[in-house]
């Protein structure tokens, strides 16, 4: 792990905290089968508790609002679904565009926040829509 300066940082531990605050370990594959789910949930009670998280809650600010754990965003006229994540020296983002099913997964051993690059790639990806 890195901080945003390209420093080594010590890997954080939760022995005395919620883990799910940051001690969920995954992978790019088993991101990517999730945002499957997300942008195509089932017609059972976890997809409609999928489709209920989907729904806006709050607003941010122009663009972007809040669901149940999810963040809801507008750009280039595309509407997508993110939720970011990091622990010192780690970073990740999940964004997704259901209307298309593309999605991309970011994950990075730095500090820095990388929802920007995900939106870059989806962006891309969307614009031959």
Known sequence: PHNGTGDVV???TFESAFAAAG???STAADMLTYAAFVMRPASNLLGA??????QPTFTIAAGRKIGL???LLQSNGHEYITHSGGTGGYRSTLLLHAPSGKAVVVLTNTGNDVE???LQLLNYLTSAI
Do not use: D, N, T
Request: proline share 6%.
């Open 69 to 71: 754990g999810w963040m």
């Open 10 to 12: 010590p890997h954080w």
């Open 23 to 25: 001690a969920l370990h």
């Open 116 to 118: 920007s690059i995900a």
């Open 49 to 54: 508790a999928v489709k209920r998280s989907l």
